[in-house]
């Protein structure tokens, strides 16, 4: 049963949509750092929620789909970086043992092959 609104639009809000793409933005915002992906993953989780929510009472379903895309684009960048990173560290790791940042560059460039 929907409340109707003045114009024949369905009042009221959806609490969990709202919260989906706050979640869903921030998480993209800060994808760089792992941080990004538990957003996005919780955002996932409450714009699923939203979306169940939104067919229920028929408000937020935008909302909803927002944050659920957003959520799922966070935790991809976050996966991406993640396995970047991995593999920088898997590259590189012959060249942890030096002191100073200028012996640990010029390493690091010759693991990749500029001099």
Same mark, same amino acid.
């Not at 991406?80 to 920088?88: Q, T």
């Given at each position: 049963?929907?409340?109707?609104?003045?114009?024949?639009?369905? *009042?009221?809000?959806?609490? #969990?949509?709202? *919260?989906?793409?706050?979640? /869903? #933005?921030?998480?993209?915002?800060?994808?760089?750092?792992? $941080?990004? /992906?538990?957003?996005?993953?919780?955002?996932?989780?409450?714009?699923?929620?939203?979306?169940?929510?939104?067919?229920?009472?028929?408000?937020?379903? /935008?909302?909803?789909?927002?944050?659920?895309?957003?959520?799922?684009?966070?935790?991809? $960048?976050?996966?991406?970086?993640?396995? *970047?990173?991995?593999?920088? *560290?898997?590259?590189?790791? #012959?060249?942890?043992?030096?002191?100073?940042?200028?012996?640990?560059?010029?390493?690091?460039?010759?693991?990749?092959?500029?001099?």
């Amino acid at each position: 049963m929907n409340i109707q609104g003045t114009a024949g639009q369905p *009042a009221g809000r959806n609490g #969990s949509a709202v *919260a989906a793409a706050v979640l /869903g #933005s921030v998480g993209l915002a800060t994808s760089i750092v792992s $941080v990004g /992906g538990l957003l996005g993953l919780l955002g996932l989780v409450l714009g699923l929620v939203a979306l169940r929510t939104a067919r229920r009472t028929g408000v937020g379903r /935008g909302q909803a789909i927002t944050g659920a895309v957003l959520s799922a684009a966070a935790i991809l $960048v976050s996966a991406a970086v993640a396995i *970047a990173a991995v593999w920088f *560290a898997h590259r590189t790791q #012959s060249c942890y043992h030096l002191n100073h940042v200028h012996q640990w560059s010029q390493c690091v460039h010759r693991q990749f092959g500029r001099h």
